[in-house]
């Protein structure tokens, strides 16, 4: 796939928490906000994910295939908040992880050659460290430092395939991971141990969602402490995509859930959506956000009234009977300096990170020099 250089410059615009609150003071009266994807109608590409420098400001070709998003939270030593990551899985043996900041810029190669990565897939932050699910490489979730090296290797009998991926209560040390080979949810807790001692994880099955034809299910998911499906209000909530039925579901009590294989409480199934690929959670009002692999539009879920607020085309090429064309994976979405909804996705199909945002964030003029 061919990827399209970008000659862009930003103009002043700062990310958004992935919570929802904004860098700097939103300058808009919130009823003058933008709140859902049906009121964002630019989408930029951010930089390209396989035309990257490496650590060391050397230009370098990489994987291709950009699969997840995780924005970095707080500053983590040089690390700055507000920061892209995008997994590159590379048709499973993909080995880069991209940082980007400034936006637009070059991407930058996060992860040191020594992380043993292999398919990475989705990531998530718990405290100053990053999570990756690690599709093929050695079966396991890695744990990087801020800088990029590796701190740790998690392996379970229970993991077939990590793919879905997302943290739990803030710094409780529970993360969940979806398998790709099984379709099973599990729950990940870290567990006492003594001082120096290599922590020790016990892995619990949480669910058991739908296997996709041919036995490939890839799950996405995200966390949330509560959110309001219909008349319930459920609490310590993992939401996840079962893209066999074309479904979105909520797992409630999911931190303390005894071993279970059920299926969730469904928050939403069928047209418009059309297996989806990745989720998101709007921060202002805890709708979901979906891109689909098979029509490569991104769509929006009202949980409490089971309603689509909006569907978008984000990538124009048209996904075939094969699947060839299909572009979207990764998706997350964030606030703006003025207040508005920014969701950031991944295109498959260019390799880039794009943002869909309710104004042009930049202006195409020469990139700011890459990050070091």
């Given amino acids: 796939m061919k990827c399209a250089t970008l000659s862009l410059t930003i103009v002043g615009f700062a990310l958004a928490a992935s919570s929802g609150a904004a860098f700097g003071a939103p300058d808009r009266d919130d009823a003058a906000r933008i709140t859902t994807i049906a009121g964002l109608d630019n989408i930029q590409q951010i ?7 490496d650590a060391n400001g050397k230009p370098i070709m990489v994987d291709p295939d950009p699969y997840k998003i995780a924005i970095v939270p707080e500053n983590l030593g040089k690390l700055a908040r507000g920061t892209i990551l995008v997994s590159n899985i590379g048709n499973d043996v993909g080995t880069t992880i991209v940082k980007f900041r400034p936006f637009p810029s070059i991407g930058v190669q996060f992860n040191a050659d020594t992380a043993g990565l292999k398919g990475p897939a989705d990531m998530a932050f718990i405290r100053d460290r990053l999570l990756v699910a690690n599709s093929k490489g050695g079966n396991s979730v890695q744990v990087l430092n801020p800088n990029g090296t590796l701190f740790m290797s998690i392996t379970d009998p229970m993991f077939n395939n990590p ?19 099984d379709a099973k949810v599990l729950r990940v807790d870290f567990q006492k141990h003594a001082a120096g001692a290599a922590p020790v994880v016990k892995v619990t099955q949480i669910a058991q969602l739908t296997v996709m034809d041919g ?18 209000l459920l ?11 074309s479904r979105i579901a909520a797992i409630a009590n999911a931190s303390t859930l005894k071993t279970s294989t059920g299926m969730g409480v469904t ?5 418009p959506l059309n297996v989806p690929g990745g989720i998101a959670i709007n921060p202002f009002n805890h709708d979901i956000l979906v891109v689909n692999l098979n029509d490569n539009n991104m769509v929006e879920i009202n949980p409490e009234k089971a309603t689509v607020v909006a569907t978008k085309t984000v990538d124009p090429l048209v996904v075939d009977a094969m699947g060839n064309n299909s572009a979207l994976f990764g998706v997350t979405a964030t606030v703006d300096r003025r207040g508005n909804l920014l969701v950031f996705f991944t295109d498959d199909n260019t390799n880039t990170l794009n943002a869909l945002s309710a104004a042009p964030l930049f ?3 020469q990139p700011k020099e890459a990050m070091r």
């Fill in 235 to 245: 609490t310590d909530v993992l939401v996840v995509q079962d893209p066999a039925q």
């Fill in 163 to 181: 793919w879905g991926l997302t943290a739990g209560f803030p710094h409780f040390g529970t993360f969940f991971v979806a398998n790709k080979g």
């Fill in 363 to 365: 202006e195409e003029r």
């Fill in 267 to 271: 928050i939403f199934k069928g047209t």
């Fill in 47 to 53: 930089g390209s994910t396989q035309n990257i420098n």
């Fill in 215 to 232: 036995g490939v299910t890839k799950i996405d998911m995200r966390w949330l402490p509560f959110l309001r499906v219909g008349d319930q």
